[in-house]
């Protein structure tokens, strides 16, 4: 059974840093494009990062969040990464990972949820002053 697992949420106060896990099971996360989203309370889901499949050259990230987070890859341990620091109390979201075994995303198409094949479940952020 194909499966991502979001981990690492958690409360923080303002200025602090988390980095979130999102771990595959049942297939090999390597061969896949990765994108991070975030669903704030009363908000719709927006894309927030994404990394490219194999040794994960190319990235992307909205312009929330650009020089703030950083996302990257462990192939070995079928594991991506969203690096947050500078947290703010806009970031407050469930935050989702998300794979697209696709051949890349033609331009501005990262953010698009359909493309995704997999989905995990949230992890929980929540950033207070």
């Known amino acids: 059974q194909q499966q991502l697992v979001e981990s690492g949420g958690n409360s923080v106060q303002s200025g602090e840093s988390l980095r979130l896990s999102c771990v595959a099971s049942g297939f090999t996360l390597k061969f896949y494009d990765v994108a991070w989203f975030r669903r704030a309370p009363g908000r719709q889901r927006e894309a927030v990062s994404s990394i490219s499949g194999g040794d994960g050259t190319t990235m992307f990230y909205s312009d929330s969040v650009k020089g703030r987070f950083t996302t990257s890859r462990d192939n070995a341990k079928n594991t991506v990464y969203l690096q947050m620091n500078n947290l703010a109390e806009e970031d407050t979201a469930v935050y989702y990972c998300?794979?697209?075994?696709?051949?890349?995303?033609?331009?501005?198409?990262?953010?698009?949820?359909?493309?995704?094949?997999?989905w995990g479940q949230g992890t929980q952020v929540t950033v207070s002053q």
């Open positions: 998300a794979a697209f075994g696709g051949d890349g995303h033609p331009p501005g198409t990262w953010k698009t949820e359909a493309r995704y094949h997999y």
